[in-house]
T-cell receptor, first 112, second 114 residues
Framework: KNQVEQSPQSLIILEGKNCTLQCNYTVSPFSNLRWYKQDTGRGPVSLTIMTFSENTKSNGRYTATLDADTKQSSLHITASQLSDSASYICVVSARSDYKLSFGAGTTVTVRA | DAGVTQSPTHLIKTRGQQVTLRCSPKSGHDTVSWYQQALGQGPQFIFQYYEEEERQRGNFPDRFSGHQFPNYSSELNVNALLLGDSALYLC?????????????FGPGTRLTVT
């Protein structure tokens, strides 16, 4: 069964600080990995999408890394802002499969 | 360029009732996927529609059914509602399939079953 596990489940950081979220997956054969940001009660919004050959991708203050050999990804948030408070979901797609495997998400709370 | 839209925003139903949720995909997209997201959980895949047919289905009972119209919009129907069906229902659209293409999510419909 394809699985996506995220850690930590939640974290609290002070405004201006950095943080890193982790994602481990067993999805195979791998197609791509996405990170989404989901504000409470809203639909997820895509931050990055990486294929097998990509090791890192940035979107503003968000930087995602991918190690396809160890099946691990991370999302680094730099200089956090209050608006970064949200759930961050890791989503992995298997090749030739229409379904996406979602992690449970990491809830990030940024405090002033 | 309109994004993915869903209606209604919120809905309250009673156990045993039936509900229909609607989704209009992003302009130019032809594929619609539906997800159920319980509080504090990641979205769970219900099914995907392409060319007016159900192409793939997740682990959901037959009480969950759907439809895609020629204009690519879609409906999700849930019969014989249970308390456990209370969740945020997300619609996502893409072009040609979910695996290799970007999915854009709508704002969701919050369903409460009492």
């Amino acid at each position: 069964k394809n699985q996506v596990e995220q850690s930590p489940q939640s974290l609290i950081i002070l405004e201006g600080k950095n943080c890193t979220l982790q994602c481990n997956y067993t999805v195979s054969p791998f197609s791509n990995l996405r990170w989404y940001k989901q504000d409470t009660g809203r639909g997820p919004v895509s931050l990055t999408i990486m294929t097998f050959s990509e090791n890192t991708k940035s979107n503003g203050r968000y930087t995602a890394t991918l190690d396809a050999d160890t099946k691990q990804s991370s999302l680094h948030i730099t200089a956090s802002q209050l608006s970064d408070s949200a759930s961050y979901i890791c989503v992995v797609s298997a090749r030739s499969d229409y379904k996406l495997s979602f992690g449970a998400g990491t809830t990030v709370t940024v405090r002033a | 360029d309109a994004g993915v839209t869903q209606s209604p925003t919120h809905l309250i139903k009673t156990r045993g009732q039936q509900v229909t949720l609607r989704c209009s995909p992003k302009s130019g997209h032809d594929t619609v996927s539906w997800y159920q997201q319980a509080l504090g959980q990641g979205p769970q895949f219900i099914f995907q529609y392409y060319e007016e047919e159900e192409r793939q289905r997740g682990n959901f009972p037959d009480r969950f059914s759907g439809h895609q119209f020629p204009n690519y919009s879609s409906e999700l129907n849930v019969n014989a509602l249970l308390l456990g069906d209370s969740a945020l229902y997300l619609c996502a659209s893409s072009l040609g399939g979910a695996g290799g293409y970007e999915q854009y999510f709508g704002p969701g419909t919050r369903l409460t079953v009492t």
